[in-house]
């Protein structure tokens, strides 16, 4: 039976609507942070906190992956950014004391925004097998919890290990390390559920699964395109530089649904003239497309300059075509074949502005498009950001000043994470350098990706689940089935710096080591340590907390992960090699005799030996060696493998003294090199789709507020939206809760529809009048995620179509 969603914490009696924003940020936007921020931290600490983001020698901001201007402003200030910070940076604890205050029970009717609000977590936390309540435990004791828990599993396969976009480059290297010597790529991770789509086309395309611009090139660009993004909540440090780019000359089209405010007005807080004036128009056009209209809308600009093309000559870049992409012939066959009437019925665009808009693409100079999660999370996702890939490859728009890709990321080292090796399906480039740097055999064989996961866990076929960060109870489509899967497994562990859903729904037994995050100060072996992070546009430099962590003894990821490996695999001490076999607990460890490998106790270390452990089921499998204590008191030694193992990280810790910034090598950008296999960029041709909406139906997109972070809720407002005081509200056309037969205000439920017959619901939603094509409906995630159907993802990249859900409106009895 499904956990019931927690209720008390839901008043949707107080929900009221106001008017929309038309512009955002300014003042307001100021005073709203600095509010939250005092309420959390206090008045000293936020200043204290707010003026150390983003600045040379300061920490990273973890509010989103955007890159820093070169010339800061002194805390060049960030609504949301200055959110994410006091979330983290609150003075609240959760401690021991806590958790024996609340059952475990109780803690489970509580939604994710009552249990963030707790505040930070401090002690490490085990949940026995059917306790009430959760008990404190000593690091160590925690520690061979998990270690003891991995090493009785009958296969490495059956370990889950989940990361989130948060954990910084030295400690997801270290990560994929302790999974990949267990012996799984089971590393499943936040960008399978969000630009996984992205990594799909462009690695296929271009031949590399990032983005192809730097933040010179946004100043730079004739033609912006925004496609399925709303950067005034998500991304507002990217509303500087788009208002440099309109200084410039730019123009910007705005691809969306909904009129989001940001890509209307902005008003730049940094400067007098957004303070005081009414602002700046960003959007030179507004396309109000229907959801999952973009794939058209890319086609109908490609087949636009194709025709004009071929009619006029001069649009195309032939030499470029010539030179650097295949498969042009089939994709202009494609789409000269694509009837215009069909691209209008798929975007709800009509042919006039359509043509406009590409207009617009065949005069620009330099294009770069831009897009999150309204691209990336459609059952098309991947063809949409191919024909997104074809547009800018017609006019040679890659890998020139002021034009290219731009996935615009979501999580501040989201992208590191994946450059770090936070990947199911690793290359073998890649898992060859590990091998020879740590003397092991990586797995080969394919781990499970987000969706699979949850398959594996709820089949029974996964019994250890991890997670570095995050919260994956709500973040993952399905929520009932998601909860009963981990339920299902035998342990739980979760690596988080603050309380969430995940915490409450657990396996059978559950561990929760608190760390530390961005903001806090990391001491290790005596020495400050730093972290490093990759931002959007491949730009790699350090982080380091300034503040004092939330209790003494705090372990950082580093040091939980360096510890699990010590244990797991013996360490490689200076140049002795010890394995772990006088500790008692060791003794489970199956490591063979030290014959089998050649090594003796006493005898002198024996250079980059395998060592190797037999698996129960007779699989022999060698261990990653290091020196895992000397890794935790020192993270410029794990830079020094990350270098080794890594391209484009040569002089890794020079390049990133004082504040500097490593940029990575991006063929495409740097020169035009594409690593496909035929060394070109590829046009492909994608036969057109785009959702069908059943009659009396509504197509739900998921989406976020403007007072959250993912699953963490900072307040129940979402003022650009004009929506205030709850979070259960359904945005809808006027002239479609008029067809429905509802009226403003009605409370509904929500039931998605699916072909496996399963009934999905979410209730009690407040119908709200909103300005949104018809037959497309918009409410937030998570409280959604119920509704999204597991095997409901993407073609080829997996990822669940959180934009794209079919759901009837049920009324509820008054
Ligand atoms: N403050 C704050 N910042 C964040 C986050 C947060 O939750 N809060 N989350 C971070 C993360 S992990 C991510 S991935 C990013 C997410 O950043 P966004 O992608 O901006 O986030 P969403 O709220 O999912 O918004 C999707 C946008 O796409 C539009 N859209 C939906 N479907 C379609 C479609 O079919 N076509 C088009 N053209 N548009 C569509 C929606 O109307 C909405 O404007 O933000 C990051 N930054
Ligand atoms: N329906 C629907 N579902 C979605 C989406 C959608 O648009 N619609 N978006 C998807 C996307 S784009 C993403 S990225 C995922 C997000 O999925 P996740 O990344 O799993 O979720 P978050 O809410 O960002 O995780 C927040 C938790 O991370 C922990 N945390 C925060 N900072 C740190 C840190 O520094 N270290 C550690 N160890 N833990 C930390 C805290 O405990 C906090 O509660 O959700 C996806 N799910
Ligand atoms: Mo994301």
């Given at each position: 039976m499904a956990l019931k969603p927690p209720k008390a914490d839901i008043d949707e009696a107080r929900v009221h609507v106001s008017g929309r924003k038309k512009v955002a940020v300014g003042v307001p936007a100021v005073l709203h942070a600095l509010k939250i921020s005092q309420e959390q931290m206090g008045v000293k600490r936020s200043i204290q906190t707010l003026?150390?983001?983003?600045?040379?020698?300061?920490?990273?901001?973890?509010g989103c992956a955007w890159p820093e201007e070169e010339k800061r402003h002194i805390a060049e200030f960030c609504e949301n950014g200055a959110k994410a910070v006091a979330e983290e940076a609150t003075i609240r604890r959760v401690t021991p004391e806590f958790f024996?205050?609340?059952?475990?029970?109780?803690?489970?009717?509580?939604?994710?925004?009552?249990?963030?609000?707790?505040?930070?977590?401090?002690?490490?936390?085990?949940?026995?097998?059917?306790?009430?309540?959760?008990?404190?435990?000593?690091?160590?004791?925690?520690?061979?919890?998990?270690?003891?828990?991995?090493?009785?599993?009958?296969?490495?396969?059956?370990?889950?290990?989940?990361?989130?976009?948060?954990?910084?480059?030295e400690a997801a290297f270290l990560y994929q390390l302790l999974v990949r010597g267990l012996g799984t790529n089971?590393?499943?991770?936040?960008?399978?559920?969000?630009?996984?789509?992205?990594?799909?086309?462009?690695?296929?395309?271009?031949?590399?699964?990032?983005?192809?611009?730097?933040?010179?090139?946004?100043?730079?660009?004739?033609?912006?395109?925004?496609?399925?993004?709303n950067p005034g909540t998500n991304h507002p440090r990217m509303l500087s530089a788009l208002e440099k780019a309109k200084?410039?000359?730019?123009?910007?089209?705005?691809?969306?649904?909904?009129?989001?405010?940001?890509?209307?007005?902005?008003?730049?807080?940094?400067?007098?003239?957004?303070?005081?004036?009414?602002?700046?128009?960003?959007?030179?056009?507004f396309v109000q497309i229907r959801l999952g209209g973009d794939q058209a809308l890319f086609q109908a600009i490609g087949k636009h300059l194709l025709e004009v093309d071929e009619r006029e000559g001069g649009v195309l870049d032939h030499v470029f075509i010539q030179e650097h992409t295949t498969?042009?012939?089939?994709?202009?066959?494609?789409?000269?074949?694509?009837?215009?009437?069909?691209?209008?019925a798929a975007t709800g665009v009509p042919e006039k502005a359509l043509r406009r808009v590409a207009e617009r693409v065949r005069t620009s100079k330099s294009t770069i498009v831009c897009w999150a999660m309204g691209l990336t999370q459609h059952k098309h996702a991947v063809a949409t950001l191919r024909d997104v890939v074809n547009v800018l490859l017609l006019q040679g728009n890659i890998g020139r000043p002021g034009a290219g890709v731009c996935p615009v990321r979501g999580h501040s080292n989201v992208q590191g994470d994946r450059t770090m090796g936070i990947y199911e399906k690793p290359s073998e480039h890649f898992l060859a350098a590990l091998d020879r740097e740590f003397a092991f055999t990586a797995p080969r064989e394919h781990?499970?990706?987000?969706?699979?996961?949850?398959?594996?866990?709820?089949?029974?076929?996964?019994?250890?689940?991890?997670?570095?960060?995050?919260?994956?109870?709500?973040?993952?489509?399905?929520?009932?089935?998601?909860?009963?899967?981990?339920?299902?497994?035998?342990?739980?562990?979760?690596?988080?710096?603050?309380?969430?859903?995940?915490?409450?729904?657990?396996?059978?037994?559950?561990?929760?080591?608190?760390?530390?995050?961005?903001?806090?100060?990391?001491?290790?072996?005596?020495?400050?340590?730093?972290?490093?992070?990759?931002?959007?546009?491949?730009?790699?430099?350090?982080?380091?907390?300034?503040?004092?962590?939330?209790?003494?003894d705090m372990l950082s990821e580093v040091a939980i992960v360096a510890r699990i490996c010590a244990q797991l695999f013996g360490s490689d001490a200076g140049s002795h090699f010890e394995p772990q076999i006088d500790d008692e607990s060791a003794v489970d460890v199956d490591?063979?005799?030290?014959?089998?490998?050649?090594?003796?106790?006493?005898?002198?270390?024996?250079?980059?030996?395998?060592?190797?452990?037999?698996?129960?089921?007779g699989r022999p499998q060698s261990v990653p060696r290091a020196d895992w204590?000397?890794?935790?008191?020192?993270?410029?030694?794990?830079?020094?493998?990350?270098?080794?193992?890594?391209?484009?990280?040569?002089?890794?810790?020079?390049?990133?003294?004082?504040?500097?910034?490593?940029?990575?090598?991006?063929?495409?950008?740097?020169?035009?090199?594409?690593?496909?296999?035929?060394?070109?960029?590829?046009?492909?041709?994608?036969?057109?789709?785009?959702?069908?909406?059943?009659?009396?139906?509504?197509l739900l997109q998921t989406i976020r507020s403007h007072d959250q972070y993912n699953t963490t809720i900072y307040g129940k407002d979402d003022r650009y939206r004009g929506i205030h005081g709850g979070r259960r509200v359904l945005m809808v056309n006027p002239k479609d809760i008029q067809k429905l037969g509802f009226v403003e205000g009605d409370i509904v439920d929500l039931v998605s529809e699916w072909r496996d017959g399963l009934e999905r619901r979410a209730e009690e939603f407040r119908i709200v009048s909103y300005s949104t094509p018809r037959g497309n409906a918009a409410a937030y995630y998570p409280e959604t995620n119920v509704l999204v159907p597991l095997d409901s993802t993407a073609d080829i990249s997996g990822t669940p179509t959180s934009k794209s859900v079919i759901v009837r409106l049920e009324r509820r009895a008054a």
């Open positions: 003026l150390a983001v983003n600045q040379k020698d300061g920490f990273d901001c973890p024996a205050e609340h059952s475990i029970d109780e803690l489970r009717g509580h939604d994710d925004w009552w249990l963030g609000q707790q505040g930070r977590l401090t002690h490490p936390m085990i949940l026995d097998e059917g306790a009430t309540h959760y008990r404190p435990i000593s690091w160590d004791d925690a520690l061979r919890e998990v270690a003891d828990a991995l090493r009785a599993l009958d296969d490495p396969n059956e370990a889950i290990f989940y990361t989130s976009g948060r954990t910084s480059n089971n590393l499943p991770d936040c960008s399978n559920m969000c630009h996984e789509s992205s990594g799909s086309a462009l690695t296929e395309t271009l031949g590399i699964g990032k983005g192809t611009v730097s933040i010179e090139d946004i100043h730079q660009a004739d033609l912006l395109i925004i496609a399925g993004q200084d410039n000359g730019a123009s910007i089209v705005a691809v969306n649904p909904l009129p989001e405010a940001a890509l209307i007005r902005y008003k730049n807080p940094q400067t007098p003239r957004g303070v005081l004036l009414g602002g700046k128009k960003l959007a030179d056009e498969g042009f012939a089939p994709y202009a066959a494609e789409v000269a074949a694509v009837p215009w009437r069909e691209l209008v781990g499970h990706d987000t969706v699979e996961a949850i398959r594996a866990m709820r089949d029974g076929s996964a019994r250890v689940f991890m997670a570095m960060g995050g919260n994956f109870v709500s973040a993952t489509p399905d929520t009932n089935v998601v909860e009963a899967a981990l339920r299902n497994v035998d342990l739980t562990v979760q690596v988080s710096t603050k309380l969430n859903r995940s915490h409450v729904v657990t396996g059978k037994r559950a561990i929760i080591l608190p760390t530390l995050g961005r903001t806090d100060r990391d001491v290790r072996g005596g020495g400050e340590q730093r972290v490093t992070v990759e931002d959007s546009m491949s730009a790699v430099h350090s982080s380091r907390g300034r503040l004092v962590p939330p209790s003494a490591f063979d005799q030290p014959e089998h490998v050649g090594i003796q106790s006493d005898a002198p270390a024996v250079e980059r030996t395998h060592l190797e452990r037999r698996e129960p089921h204590a000397a890794l935790e008191a020192d993270y410029a030694l794990i830079r020094r493998h990350i270098a080794a193992v890594i391209p484009g990280f040569d002089d890794f810790e020079q390049r990133i003294e004082k504040g500097r910034t490593l940029f990575l090598p991006n063929g495409p950008r740097d020169d035009r090199s594409f690593a496909t296999a035929t060394g070109k960029a590829v046009f492909t041709a994608n036969p057109l789709e785009y959702p069908f909406i059943p009659h009396g139906r509504l």
